[in-house]
């Protein structure tokens, strides 16, 4: 039987954040020149560049097919640059990365709980440890109550809390995501923006977000990267003055449709 949708916490709301993992805030990362051809000849990136402050929300926007996945598996290390770099700067070297992707492919066979250990078994992590990070994760996305429940019995946007849990427990410093609301309802969606800017904010993770949807990056991102038509690069990058405070109703003030405004102009789009 599938569980109804879950409010979840919203911003400013919620159980405590505990506090990001060593370094988390220290996480810098650096595009510089990245080019990704592919042996038929595609070139699906040229000369993408884009500077990443620590703690900062980025947000890559364009049409289909400019290359904004390719780029943000470049940068996870999931795919290789043909010419250019991605450098990471702050302590520790390459950062702890999460990758949330637009599937939340989880175990059918595996309860919510043993699917936000996944990551940490794989990583030989001992079940103890791995479990009270779970625990902790589940309750940071509002599922503290369904961590016995089968994916099977989840709604849609409760599977993608559950996908971003997976992610937490591994207290990564750079978070990655990858249209990952693009299959949920509207209103689903806002609640997990919702989520996700209260979690990125509080524990300071850098972030870059991939989508297709205007507002949405508008409402996540410090600053919008807006990408040409492939081969992919970086035509524009437009700041986004609104703070680490984001409550939903921001969606609705003037100021908010002008800056999503002036990012589809430069799309050539309607925003």
Same mark, same amino acid.
């Given at each position: 039987?599938?569980?109804?949708?879950?409010?979840?916490?919203?911003?400013?709301?919620?159980?405590?954040?505990?506090?990001?993992?060593?370094?988390?805030?220290?996480?810098?990362?650096?595009?510089?020149?990245?080019?990704?051809?592919?042996?038929?000849?595609?070139?699906?990136?040229?000369? !993408?560049?884009?500077?990443?402050? =620590?703690? &900062?929300?980025? /947000? %890559? #926007? $364009?049409?289909?097919?400019?290359?904004?996945?390719?780029?943000?598996?470049?940068?996870?290390?999931?795919?290789?640059?043909?010419?250019?770099?991605?450098?990471?700067?702050?302590?520790?070297?390459?950062?702890?990365?999460?990758?949330?992707?637009?599937?939340?492919?989880?175990?059918?066979?595996?309860?919510?709980?043993?699917?936000?250990?996944?990551?940490?078994?794989?990583?030989?992590?001992?079940? !103890?440890?791995?479990?009270?990070? =779970?625990? &902790?994760?589940? /309750? %940071? #996305? $509002?599922?503290?109550?369904?961590?016995?429940?089968?994916?099977?019995?989840?709604?849609?946007?409760?599977?993608?809390?559950?996908?971003?849990?997976?992610?937490?427990?591994?207290?990564?410093?750079?978070?990655?995501?990858?249209?990952?609301?693009?299959?949920?309802?509207?209103?689903?969606?806002?609640?997990?923006?919702?989520?996700?800017?209260?979690?990125?904010?509080?524990?300071?993770?850098?972030?870059?977000?991939?989508?297709?949807?205007?507002? &949405?990056?508008?409402? %996540?991102?410090?600053?919008?990267?807006?990408?040409?038509?492939?081969?992919?690069?970086?035509?524009?990058?437009?700041?986004?003055?609104?703070?680490?405070e984001r409550p939903p109703s921001l969606r609705t003030t003037p100021e908010f449709a002008a800056v999503a405004r002036q990012i589809g102009e430069i799309m050539g789009v309607e925003a």
């Amino acid at each position: 039987m599938l569980v109804s949708e879950e409010p979840g916490p919203t911003v400013g709301t919620g159980p405590p954040i505990p506090p990001p993992g060593p370094d988390a805030s220290g996480v810098t990362v650096s595009v510089r020149g990245v080019t990704r051809q592919y042996r038929s000849g595609f070139v699906a990136l040229q000369g !993408a560049d884009l500077e990443i402050a =620590a703690g &900062e929300m980025v /947000a %890559l #926007v $364009g049409p289909s097919g400019c290359g904004k996945s390719t780029l943000l598996k470049i940068v996870a290390g999931l795919l290789s640059a043909t010419d250019g770099e991605v450098a990471f700067g702050g302590p520790g070297g390459r950062p702890e990365i999460g990758y949330v992707f637009q599937d939340p492919h989880l175990l059918p066979w595996r309860r919510t709980l043993r699917n936000v250990e996944l990551f940490l078994e794989v990583d030989g992590m001992k079940k !103890a440890e791995r479990r009270r990070r =779970a625990r &902790e994760a589940l /309750a %940071l #996305v $509002g599922l503290a109550d369904f961590e016995d429940a089968y994916p099977a019995q989840l709604s849609g946007g409760m599977k993608m809390r559950v996908s971003l849990a997976r992610t937490l427990a591994t207290d990564p410093q750079l978070m990655l995501f990858d249209e990952p609301f693009a299959a949920v309802d509207e209103i689903t969606r806002h609640r997990l923006n919702n989520d996700l800017i209260r979690l990125q904010r509080e524990r300071h993770v850098t972030g870059v977000f991939v989508t297709h949807s205007i507002t &949405e990056s508008v409402f %996540l991102a410090d600053r919008v990267a807006v990408m040409s038509p492939s081969p992919g690069r970086i035509v524009d990058v437009v700041d986004v003055p609104f703070g680490d405070e984001r409550p939903p109703s921001l969606r609705t003030t003037p100021e908010f449709a002008a800056v999503a405004r002036q990012i589809g102009e430069i799309m050539g789009v309607e925003a």
